[in-house]
C-alpha cells in the first residue's frame, strides 16, 4: 500500500513532515496528489494533535486550546475531479498505528467547549482506553468491554469561495441571534457556547500556507486565508466533522467535488463512538491510519439533491461496508420532547434525545457506575440512537439502545429490587473529574 500522507503522533502538528491544516478554504493547496484508483494509505493524528495524554487526570482536556484542533491530513488532489463532479471514496482499511493503541473520550469544562449535557456535567473529565486488536477496555470505567468500529470523525472535499461564503454569512448570523428575541429556542436548553465557531486567525494551521505562530501578521496571503477560513467543527455540504460511526471499512462515501481536484482531507479518528458523540469530545479518539481508494463520477454532483437557496446546498451520500460489530440483545431508553423542567416542546428531537440520554445514565448508574462514567460510555460504545417518532405532536421521541454484551454484568431491570442490591459492587474507579471553573486554554508546547 502506497503511503501519501504520514504522521509521527510523537511531534506535534506543525513539526510534521506534511503539512497539516485545520480549517477549510479552497486556496489551502494539496499536499499529495492521487490518481483515479489508486490504492493509498493516509496517516492521521488525533484530534487535538496531542494535547491529551495517556495519564489519571482530566486537567489536560479542561485547558485545551480548542482553536488549534482538528488538525486535518490533506487536502489530497484527485487528478481529473473538476467542479460538479462526485468523488467516490471508498475506505479499504483503518487501524490505529504502531506502538499508539490508546485512546481517550472525555467532556470539556463548562467554560471552554462545554458539550451536550454541560448543564448536568459542567467539569472536564477523560477517561483512558487501552486498545487490543479490534477490542477496548478502560481502567477508568471498569467492567466494560467491546470491540471498536474505527472511522475518520471528519472526511471531506474543500469548499469553493462561494460555499464558504455561504458558510460564514448564515453561522455569523447565527451567533448574532445571541441574547436577542431571535435566539433560538434551543438555546435555553442546552449551554455549549458558542453557537457557532467563526473563522479565527489564532490557532490556524493552513498547510503549506503555514502556521500562525510564524505567519499571523508576517504574511499577507496567510491573513487573508485565516481570516475567511471556516472552523471545522460541524458537518456542512462537504461533509466535514459529521462524526458518522459507520464510515468504517467497506464503506463508500460520495462527496460533492466545489474545486479542481477535490482536495479532499480527513482526520479526527475514532476507535469507536455512539451515535451522537454526546460528550462532545467524545468517541475514543486516536491517531490511525486510512487505506483509500478515489474515483470520479463525472458530472455526478448533479445526482445530489440541492435542498436550499444556493445548487451547493447538497450532501454527500455513503454505503454502509459490512463489518460491524455484532450485538443480538439491547437495553433501550426512551426520551420525548419534554426538558427537565417539565417545558413542552414541539417536536424537538434534540430535547427528546437529551432526555433519552438522561433516561440511561441516571438508570445504569444504579447498577455500579457513576453518572460520570455512563456519560463517556455513551458517547464511545457502539449504542444506537433513533428517531423514532417526528409526526405525533406535540412530542418527538427519540431512543438510544445499549447492547447488553458490552457489560460484565446483568443491567437488566431485576424481578426483586432486593437483588438489585445485593448483586451491584461499588464503584471500582471513576474517570478523571477535574475540579469546577477556572479553564485556562493553552497549549504548552507553544511557549517552548
Not at 472535499?157 to 451567533?175: D, G, M, Y
Request: with cysteine; charged share 25%.
Amino acid at each position: 500500500m502506497k503511503k501519501l500522507i504520514a504522521v509521527d503522533p510523537k511531534l506535534a502538528p506543525w513539526e510534521q513532515e506534511t503539512p497539516l491544516h485545520n480549517r477549510w478554504h479552497p486556496d489551502i493547496p494539496p499536499v499529495a496528489t492521487v490518481e483515479e484508483g489508486e490504492a493509498f494509505r493516509v496517516e492521521c493524528v488525533d484530534w487535538t494533535g496531542g494535547q491529551i495524554k495517556d495519564s489519571d487526570t482530566s486537567d489536560d482536556v479542561k485547558n485545551v486550546d480548542l482553536s488549534q484542533v482538528h488538525y486535518l491530513s490533506g487536502p489530497i488532489e484527485v487528478k481529473g475531479a473538476e467542479v460538479g463532479d462526485l468523488l467516490k471514496v471508498e475506505f479499504l482499511n483503518l487501524g490505529c498505528l504502531d506502538g499508539d493503541e490508546w485512546g481517550f473520550t472525555g467532556t470539556f469544562a463548562k467554560e471552554n467547549g462545554g458539550g451536550f449535557l454541560t448543564d448536568h456535567f459542567p467539569s472536564a473529565t477523560k477517561a483512558i482506553w487501552d486498545i487490543e486488536g479490534v477490542y477496548c477496555s478502560s481502567r477508568h470505567i471498569p467492567g466494560v468491554r467491546f470491540a471498536g468500529l474505527i472511522h475518520p470523525g471528519l472526511i471531506g472535499t474543500a469548499p469553493s469561495h462561494e460555499l464558504l461564503q455561504i458558510w460564514n454569512e448564515r453561522e455569523t448570523a447565527l451567533v448574532n441571534e445571541e441574547g436577542t428575541p431571535e435566539e433560538k429556542t434551543l438555546c435555553g436548553c442546552l449551554a455549549t457556547r458558542p453557537l457557532a465557531c467563526l473563522p479565527e486567525a489564532k490557532g490556524a494551521m493552513l498547510g503549506k500556507l503555514g502556521h500562525f505562530v510564524k505567519m499571523a501578521g508576517n504574511d499577507d496571503t496567510w491573513d487573508k486565508v485565516a481570516a475567511e477560513a471556516a472552523r471545522t467543527v460541524p458537518g456542512r455540504e462537504n461533509g466535514g466533522n459529521c462524526d458518522i460511526k459507520n464510515l468504517s471499512r467497506g464503506c463508500t462515501v460520495y462527496f460533492p467535488v466545489f474545486v479542481k481536484g477535490a482536495n479532499l482531507s480527513m482526520g479526527d479518528m475514532h476507535f469507536s463512538q455512539g451515535d451522537g458523540e454526546v460528550s462532545f469530545c467524545g468517541a475514543i479518539e486516536m491517531s490511525g491510519f486510512l487505506d483509500l481508494k478515489c474515483s470520479v463520477i463525472k458530472g455526478g454532483m448533479k445526482l445530489l439533491p440541492a435542498v436550499g437557496p444556493s445548487p451547493l446546498n447538497v450532501n454527500p451520500i455513503f454505503e454502509i461496508g459490512p463489518l460491524e460489530p455484532r450485538f443480538s440483545e439491547w437495553l433501550v431508553f426512551e426520551g420525548i420532547s419534554v426538558d427537565e423542567a417539565g417545558k413542552q416542546h414541539y417536536l424537538d428531537a434534540t430535547i427528546a434525545y437529551k432526555r433519552a440520554v438522561l433516561n440511561c445514565i441516571k438508570y445504569l448508574s444504579q447498577f455500579g457506575y457513576s453518572e460520570e462514567q455512563v456519560y463517556l460510555l455513551l458517547s464511545c460504545c457502539p449504542c444506537e440512537g433513533r428517531i423514532s417518532g417526528i409526526v405525533d405532536v406535540p412530542n418527538a421521541v427519540a431512543t438510544l439502545a445499549v447492547p447488553l454484551a458490552i457489560f460484565d454484568r446483568d443491567v437488566r431491570p431485576p424481578n426483586k429490587l432486593e437483588s438489585l442490591a445485593a448483586g451491584v459492587r461499588l464503584i471500582e474507579k471513576d474517570v478523571c473529574i477535574s475540579t469546577e471553573g477556572g479553564a485556562v486554554p493553552l497549549d504548552p508546547r507553544l511557549e517552548s
